[in-house]
Nanobody
Framework: QVQLVESGGGLVQAGASLRLSCAASGRTFSSYVMGWFRQAPGKEREFVACISPSGRNIDYTDSVKGRFTISRGSAKNTVNLQMNSLQPEDTAVYYC????????????????WGQGTQVTVSS
């Protein structure tokens, strides 16, 4: 059974960097597609990035492309999201998700979700 726990959120100023991590417990984590989503108050959940089990397939939403980097940790029980040049528009609760099929931004392909970590970017 896969359980996901996010960490690394916080309050930063615009232009700063933040690194989110998702720690997984349970077997077969390395075989899962891993994704990051975010949700701001009053808004729909939004796809941010995802990575295939092998790491060869990676997708980003356009608004974070070139600024965010998703990667699997050296320890295969982690997935990270390096966020650079953060902007106030990035403020949201960020969720780690795991799925068994690579369909990129489709949230229905993810069956396990973490509890979320708050990222707040001030001007």
């Amino acid at each position: 059974q896969v359980q996901l726990v996010e960490s690394g959120g916080g309050l930063v100023q615009a232009g700063a960097s933040l690194r989110l991590s998702c720690a997984a417990s349970g077997r077969t984590f390395s075989s899962y597609v891993m994704g990051w989503f975010r949700q701001a108050p009053g808004k729909e959940r939004e796809f941010v990035a995802c990575i295939s089990p092998s790491g060869r397939n990676i997708d980003y939403t356009d608004s974070v492309k070139g600024r965010f980097t998703i990667s699997r940790g050296s320890a295969k029980n982690t997935v990270n999201l390096q966020m650079n040049s953060l902007q106030p528009e990035d403020t949201a609760v960020y969720y780690c998700a795991a799925g068994t099929s690579y369909r990129g931004p489709d949230p229905t392909s993810y069956t396990k979700w973490g509890q979320g970590t708050q990222v707040t970017v001030s001007s």
